[in-house]
């Protein structure tokens, strides 16, 4: 049985459930991350960054197309938040994460369903990150394969 929702009262947890992915993740996973501005996404993908042992800080890429870390697999972070589906389409998706793979995070994967093709669908994790009270809490959206069984590791770590 998949765990559908992750409580995340303050940023902490956010941080430490990023964290169990980093640590949990194998060469070619990617999380598509959704969720409204403020979510926290971003934090998750810098507690994620630093489960891969991404010593190096991780910013928001709202203004950059792709962001990548070097850790013990290589990072690549996006948000879509602002691109159009050309600069999307025009990204190269397949050839930047996939060749040679690391580990993508992709914030606003709504954005991508155009070039979703691109990626291979048993590699993805999809969360949604909602806003709950004070706090946020992390949905399964989708999760088969390579992606279920991270998130089960990562879950399972999470809980302690
Ligand atoms: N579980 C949480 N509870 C409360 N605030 C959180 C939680 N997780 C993250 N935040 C806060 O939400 C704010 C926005 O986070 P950010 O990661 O930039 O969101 P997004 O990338 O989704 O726009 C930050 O101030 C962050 O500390
Ligand atoms: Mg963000």
């Not at 409204?36 to 991780?58: P, R, Y």
């Not at 697999?73 to 397949?94: F, K, N, V």
Request: aromatic share 4%; charged share 25%; proline share 4%.
């Amino acid at each position: 049985m998949q765990t559908a929702t992750i409580a995340l009262p303050d940023p902490s947890a956010t941080a430490r459930l990023g964290r169990a992915l980093g640590e949990h993740a194998r060469r070619g996973d990617c999380l598509l991350l959704e969720g409204d501005l403020g979510a926290g996404k971003t934090s998750l993908a810098q507690g994620l960054a630093a489960g891969l042992g991404i010593t190096e800080s991780v910013t928001s890429p709202t203004f950059t197309l792709l962001n990548e870390y070097a850790g013990r697999l290589r990072l690549a972070h996006t948000d879509l938040y602002r691109l159009t589906a050309l600069e999307i389409a025009s990204m190269g998706l397949a050839e930047t994460w996939l060749e040679p793979r690391g580990v993508c995070v992709i914030e606003w994967p709504e954005r991508l369903a155009a070039a979703r093709g691109e990626l291979d669908p048993e590699e993805l994790l999809h969360l949604r990150l909602v806003q709950d009270g004070e706090g946020r809490r992390a949905e399964l959206v989708r999760a088969e394969g390579r992606g279920a069984a991270w998130w089960a590791e990562a879950t399972v770590d999470f809980r302690g």
